[in-house]
């Protein structure tokens, strides 16, 4: 299954994949900060009307989410469900942008905080995965690397079917 | 019935009247039997959990994260409060002060599947007298707007700030509950000698008329000096003191400076509790004239001290002062209007203990924090029954959370 944040509410299944968007609320944001934040209230009512209604939590294996903008929604799904995370990272902020704005030091902020409450965080590139352990110290054995998508799945069936 | 009552501030952190506001409301409950947690920043050397009889009081990192601007401070924030939440077990509402604490109240809604009640104590529209010029101001209103349509009821302290919401954020009638702010009398009782304080702001022979409020355009600071100094260019005993701190102070000091009447005024800049009690006591005539003022409750302040006062006509001040009864009422922005009402007090003053006993009466009946926890008690079980016979509710799935 597959949530993201879109500009209505609505299921779609293609196949074995349930997508399911929500509507996001707040329109006039300050910055991203603010528009992933405020968010989370939108995803929590996708996820309430999800597991409270339709299916059984207890079916769901395992959460995985892209960059620090879906890791903070996953971390909810973490808090919620129960469940472990994983986060994939293509980049962090540092290869983004050099520069050392408020907002940007915002970012290195929270994506600090959500790659140390993954379980496991899978980066996608050579560069992600040595700044996520230079840069934010996220224990080593923590962090792998997945530079195919081979390589991701058989780091999700490998925690799926545990060790 | 287990409260989760989420609010940006909390004695001793103190920044506006909501701190004092949610901790009388949150004792007000306790004392009524109502289980009651609330979620709160940290402050310097105080503990991150605190429990007396019935209240558990739960500080949160305020600062976890750098923040780019006041938004972001907010949600981010919002953050630590959703975590602390959800370590709480069996809660039956939540209730969110202002949209500072929309993300956190409307996320613990829907995980918990449990009704939330907002109190809203004012709006960005209000504020900003309708003019959104900034990102930011369009972001809060937005913010306002969701955290009234998520809430199962909305509680707002007078019929004024309830037409604004309906008007402004199109909140239906009856979802709106109107329920006055409290303040509690006995809390200002101070025994101190009344004439040593009043000689530290006043000769003998001069009448006090105090302003309580920060220096801002909406408390009408502005209009409270045109109008003394109107009332100046016909009596000389009388000292205006100016209490509170705001950007506006400074170009008002220069206003009185150049006015030759400089030694007429006292602007005392921000003063404690203590301190304002005492100016309360020591003042014959308190005056609020602002022009936008979802309550008032340095009015009521004034009241329970047995002070006559005058207000401009306007938001929540309209409904708390009945002219002629407690006090006078003079259209918001009329400076003349002001200072004849002003000068009536000064010369009647009969009239003007009269209107003092009665005011304190009025706060006694109708501000106790006694009668605004009843009401505010009634409102959580009547929602407690709309939800229980609602098809809204945890279903199927034994969660963890809930």
Redo the contacts between chains.
């Keep these: 299954m597959i949530l993201h944040p879109w500009h209505d509410d609505a299921s779609v299944r293609d196949g074995g994949v349930t997508y399911r968007h929500f509507a996001v609320?707040?329109?006039?944001?300050?910055?991203i900060?603010?528009s992933v934040?405020?968010a989370?209230?939108d995803?929590?009512?996708a996820?309430?009307e999800l597991?409270?209604?339709r299916y059984?939590?207890?079916h769901v294996g395992l959460i995985i989410s892209y960059e620090w903008t879906g890791s903070?929604l996953g971390s909810?799904a973490k808090?919620?469900l129960?469940r472990p995370l994983i986060t994939s990272i293509h980049s962090v902020e540092s290869m983004r942008t050099s520069e050392k704005?408020?907002?940007s030091?915002?970012i290195?902020?929270?994506e600090m905080?959500l790659l140390y409450f993954s379980d496991l965080v899978v980066a996608r590139s050579e560069e992600a995965y040595a700044r996520a352990l230079a840069e934010y110290k996220v224990p080593s054995d923590r962090v792998r690397m997945a530079l195919t998508s081979r390589d991701m799945t058989s780091i999700v069936m490998e925690v799926l079917e545990g060790p | 019935m287990k409260v989760l009552m989420l609010s940006w501030e909390y004695p001793p952190r103190i920044v506006g009247g909501l701190a004092r506001h949610v901790y009388w409301l949150s004792k007000a409950l306790a004392q009524r039997g109502v289980e009651v947690t609330v979620i709160t920043l940290d402050y310097p050397e105080t503990p991150r959990i605190e429990r007396e009889k019935g209240l558990k009081i739960v500080r949160v990192a305020s600062h976890g994260f750098t923040s780019s601007d006041f938004a972001s401070w907010v949600h981010q924030f919002n953050l630590n409060m959703i975590e602390a939440a959800l370590e709480e077990e069996d809660v039956s509402l939540i209730h969110a002060h202002d949209w500072l604490t929309a993300t956190a109240g409307i996320t613990l809604k829907h995980l918990l599947r449990r009704p939330l009640i907002a109190t809203i104590h004012s709006t960005e529209h209000g504020r900003r007298r309708g003019e959104f010029r900034e990102t930011l101001q369009r972001h809060i209103h937005e913010v306002e707007w969701w955290l009234a349509y998520e809430s199962w009821k909305v509680i707002v302290c007078s019929n004024y700030m309830k037409s604004e919401l309906m008007n402004y954020l199109g909140v239906p009638e009856d979802k709106i509950s109107v329920i006055p702010n409290g303040i509690n009398p006995f809390e200002l009782k101070l025994q101190f000698d009344v004439s040593e304080v009043r000689r530290r702001y006043a000769e003998d022979w001069e009448k006090i008329v105090l302003f309580v409020g920060r220096m801002v355009y909406e408390k009408g600071p502005h209009v409270f000096v045109d109008a003394a100094l109107s009332l100046l260019s016909r009596r000389q005993d009388v000292k205006f003191v100016l209490t509170g701190e705001g950007p506006m102070r400074k170009d008002l000091m220069d206003k009185v400076y150049k006015s030759g009447s400089w030694h007429k005024f006292y602007f005392t800049g921000f003063v404690e509790d203590v301190e304002l009690f005492k100016l309360y006591e020591v003042c014959d005539v308190a005056v609020f004239p602002s022009l936008y003022e979802p309550f008032g409750i340095v009015a009521l302040e004034a009241m329970s001290m047995g002070k006559p006062v005058v207000v401009s006509d306007v938001g929540g001040l309209s409904e708390i002062v009945v002219d002629g009864l407690n006090g006078l009422k003079v259209p918001p922005g009329d400076v003349w209007a002001l200072s004849s009402a002003i000068e009536r007090l000064i010369e009647d003053q009969r009239m003007a203990k009269e209107m003092g006993r009665n005011g304190a009466q009025r706060v006694r009946e109708l501000y106790s924090w006694d009668v605004v926890g009843e009401r505010t008690l009634r409102l959580y079980e009547q929602v407690l029954r709309e939800y229980l016979s609602s098809p809204w509710k945890p279903k199927r799935f034994a969660r963890k959370l809930s």
């Design positions: 609320t707040i329109k006039s944001n300050v910055n900060v603010t934040i405020s989370l209230g995803f929590a009512r996820m309430s597991f409270h209604e059984d939590p207890s903070l909810l808090r919620f129960g704005s408020l907002l030091l915002s290195r902020g929270l905080y």
